[in-house]
Nanobody
Framework: QVQLVESGGGLVQAGGSLRLSCAAS????????MGWFRQAPGKEREFVAD????????YYTDSVKGRFAISRDNAKNTVYLQMSSLKPEDTADYYC??????????????????WGQGTQVTVSS
């Protein structure tokens, strides 16, 4: 069956860095847009970033531009989120997700049909 397994979360001080990974199995990875979302306590889930299967077309929500970098390794069926200059407001559960094959439609935060279980990121001030 399809599995998306996130790892790399943890507790970090403000200004620090973390690298999240998401290993995918049971699906064709190299023809899907992959995304990262987050959900803070008491808030709705929000889109963070996505990456085209070509590996170089990326998109970020404004609040993380210049601080986060999404990347992927299609040979390893893995997508990454490098987070730098972390702020307390980045505290959330982070989820990776996979869109349907060849789906690049709008809005970009919709169309995800597989989700991971999430990894917690806590940024202390």
């Amino acid at each position: 069956q399809v599995q998306l397994v996130e790892s790399g979360g943890g507790l970090v001080q403000a200004g620090g860095s973390l690298r999240l990974s998401c290993a995918a199995s049971g699906l064709t990875f190299s023809n899907r847009v992959m995304g990262w979302f987050r959900q803070a306590p008491g808030k709705e889930r929000e889109f963070v970033a996505d990456i085209h299967w070509n590996g170089y077309t990326t998109y970020y929500t404004d609040s993380v531009k210049g601080r986060f970098a999404i990347s992927r390794d299609n040979a390893k069926n893995t997508v990454y989120l490098q987070m730098s200059s972390l702020k307390p407001e980045d505290t959330a559960d982070y989820y990776c997700a996979a869109r349907a094959p060849y789906n690049t439609g709008s809005p970009r935060w919709e169309g995800y049909n597989y989700w991971g279980q999430g990894t917690q990121v806590t940024v202390s001030s």
